[in-house]
């Protein structure tokens, strides 16, 4: 089974904290995506990476950063947190194939409150 | 990325109605997903459609793709309370998803 692995699923910090969500996937994936997830808002892509140490934006970067160093993991870092970041986080993968059934294996999420 | 629009944003059914929820977007897909997502749990995949016109089929579940490949549709038909949840659809490459269409159902 594909298993994508978020290290918290529930984090307390404190505004103008400098805060690290890990993902790690151990299927060898190439694509690795964050959201967000507000109530009415859907999921919300806020960065994205097709490869080790490439990064995308998505639709809402702002205020966040990411690093790839190894294929396996993609973390997410809130360089100074703020209140309106309180959220809850989801990590994905895919393979990436062309043409064939790209499935986005998700983590089990972690919400953050920023306080 | 592709954006794709979904409604609608909330529905509330008796157990036994049928439930649609719709996918659009502005742009041509080369395919589109549909994910559902539990309470409390994360999105897991259903299905990808990919051909135009293609209609897909998971037991009560019944996905179409239109004709010009900018729509999608999931219906269910006879609803039960396992089928609570939000339902999510996904345009292709950078995935980005639609709102979301939060089913529940009253026994």
């Known amino acids: 089974d594909v298993k994508v692995t978020q290290s918290s699923r529930y984090l307390v910090k404190r505004t103008g904290e400098k805060v690290f969500l890990e993902c790690v996937q151990d299927?060898?994936?190439?694509?690795m995506f964050w959201y967000r997830q507000d109530p009415g808002l859907g999921l919300r892509l806020i960065y994205f990476?097709?490869?080790?140490?490439?990064?995308e934006k998505g639709d809402i970067p702002e205020g966040y950063s990411v690093s790839r160093e190894k294929k396996e993991r993609f973390s997410l870092i809130l360089e100074s947190a703020s209140t309106n970041q309180t959220s809850m986080y989801l990590c994905?993968?895919?393979?990436?194939?062309?043409?064939?059934?790209?499935?986005?294996?998700f983590g089990p999420g972690t919400r953050l409150t920023v306080l | 990325g592709q954006q794709v629009m979904q409604i609608p944003q909330y529905q509330h059914v008796q157990e036994g109605e049928d439930f649609t929820t719709y996918c659009n977007s502005s742009?041509?897909?080369?395919?589109i997903q549909w994910y559902k997502q539990r309470p409390g749990g994360h999105p897991v995949f259903l299905i990808q459609?990919?051909?135009?016109?293609e209609v897909k089929k998971q037991k009560r579940l019944t996905f179409q793709f239109g004709e010009a490949k900018k729509n999608s549709s999931l219906h269910i038909t006879a609803t039960q309370t396992t089928d609570v949840g939000t339902y999510f659809c996904?345009?292709?490459?950078?995935?980005?998803f639609g709102a979301g269409t939060r089913l529940t159902v009253k026994p």
């Open positions: 994905a993968s895919t393979r990436g194939l062309a043409g064939g059934v790209n499935e986005q294996f």
């Open positions: 990476s097709y490869d080790v140490k490439m990064k």
């Open positions: 742009t041509t897909l080369s395919n």
């Open positions: 996904a345009g292709p490459g950078d995935m980005r």
């Open positions: 459609l990919v051909k135009s016109g």
């Open positions: 299927m060898d994936h190439e694509n």
